[in-house]
C-alpha cells in the first residue's frame, strides 16, 4: 500500500483540486450565464449629467494615477510616485478636480470618503518621500493601501446615476 500511495493521490488530487475553488468568495461578482443576479444595494447619487461625466472622469484619471503611482513604485521612483499623488490624488487635487462644486451633490459619507482618500493621498506623499530618503518602502506600501481603501469604501457604497 505504502509504494502505491504517489500513484494515489496522482489520481484523486487532480479531482479534488476544482473544490477548493468557491465562488462564494467572490462576493457575488462572478455570475454564471443564467445564474440568478445578486442585487446591487449601494446607494444611488444623482449628479446632473455634466458633473456625472466629470466626476466619472476625476475617477477614470484616480485610476490612472494609482497605476502611475505603482509603477513608479516598482521603479524606486518615490519621489515621483508622491509628486503624482499629491497633484493628481492628494488634497491639492482638490480645486483641479472641482470637489466644491460636485460635493454639493454627494450624500454626507460619499463626502467623508472622499475627503478621507484625498487626505490619504497626501499622507502617502509624505511617506514615499521617506522612503527615497530611508529606502524602507513598506511604510509607504501600507499608506498607498489606505488610499484604494477609501477608493473601495465608496464604491462599495455609492453608485452615480
Known sequence: MRRHLPLLLLLVLPLAAPAQHDPAMHGGHHHAAGAAEVPDTREWVRFPPAMTAHTLANMRDHLLALQQIQSALGEARYD???????????????????????????????QEAGTAMHRSASRFGLAARDAAATGDLAPALKSLAQVTAACVSCHAAYRLQ
Open 80 to 110: 515621483d510616485a508622491a509628486e503624482i499623488a499629491e497633484q493628481r490624488l492628494g488634497l491639492s487635487a482638490l480645486r483641479s478636480h472641482g470637489a466644491a462644486e460636485s460635493s454639493r451633490f454627494m450624500p454626507a459619507g460619499m
